[in-house]
């Protein structure tokens, strides 16, 4: 079965630090892959996602992220953090890949929060 | 279009009520999902369904059910609220095609007392 660790429930940066959250997965299959970000209050926005093809995907907000086969890495980063990238991020694996018979669930990470000082 | 619409935001309940949370989506998607976030845990599945007629079990279904009789429409019941069920519930879609991703709703914050 699929399952997601995220390393680090709070991580803290200083503005314009490098941001960097770490993602595992554990997948039989071939995996699509997702960071959501969640702001106080608010549900879950799609970040990016990685389903096949070019393996450093690019999001909003400039994030970006690699998917590593060999590492069952999907971790998520960008060059320079800003206030308003404090939040919580979710990382997920659809249980669809290319196999037939999933109903495309997705599973989560524990999350990771993020605060960003000045 | 509106994506995905949650009512209500806020409700406190007390232990043995029932109550229906309400999910809609504009999007004719055909996937539907209800989820609960807990501090610390993450978002764990309660139900899903992959069309109008058909509904599954989650990760933690217990205490819940689901129907899906249209596609626009996925409502959760708490058939006799504990306060274990105190938590913020999330309903989600997707067009369960290419990529699978999924949109969210605002979220629904239940007490229960």
């Known amino acids: 079965a699929q399952s997601v660790t995220q390393l680090g429930s709070h991580v803290s940066v200083s503005e314009g630090a490098l941001v960097l959250l770490r993602c595992n997965y554990s997948?039989?299959?071939?995996?699509?892959l997702f960071w959501y970000v969640q702001y106080p209050n608010q549900g879950l926005q799609l970040l990016l996602k990685y389903t096949t093809g070019a393996t450093l995907v690019k999001g909003i907000n400039g994030f970006e992220a690699e998917f590593k086969k060999s590492e069952t890495s999907f971790h998520l980063t960008k060059p320079s953090a800003h206030m308003s990238d404090a939040a919580e991020y979710f990382c997920?694996?659809?249980?669809?890949?290319?196999?037939?018979?999933?109903?495309?669930?997705?599973?989560f990470g524990k999350g990771t929060k993020l605060s960003v000082k000045p | 279009n509106a994506g995905v619409t949650q009512t209500p935001k806020f409700q406190v309940l007390k232990t043995g009520q029932s109550m229906t949370l309400q999910c809609a989506q504009d999007m004719n998607h055909e996937y539907m999902s209800w989820y609960r976030q807990d501090p610390g845990m993450g978002l764990r599945l309660i139900h899903y369904?992959?069309?109008?007629?058909?509904?599954d079990q989650g990760e933690v279904p217990n205490g819940y059910n689901v129907s899906r009789s249209t596609t626009e429409d996925f409502p959760l019941r708490l058939l006799s609220a504990a306060p274990s069920q105190t938590s913020v519930y999330f309903c989600?879609?997707?067009?369960?095609?290419?990529?699978?991703?999924?949109?969210f709703g605002p979220g629904t914050r239940l007490t229960v007392t």
């Open positions: 369904s992959v069309g109008a007629g058909i509904t």
């Open positions: 997920a694996v659809s249980d669809y890949g290319n196999y037939g018979g999933s109903q495309g669930n997705l599973i």
């Open positions: 989600a879609s997707s067009p369960r095609t290419v990529t699978y991703e999924q949109y």
């Open positions: 997948s039989s299959v071939p995996p699509y």
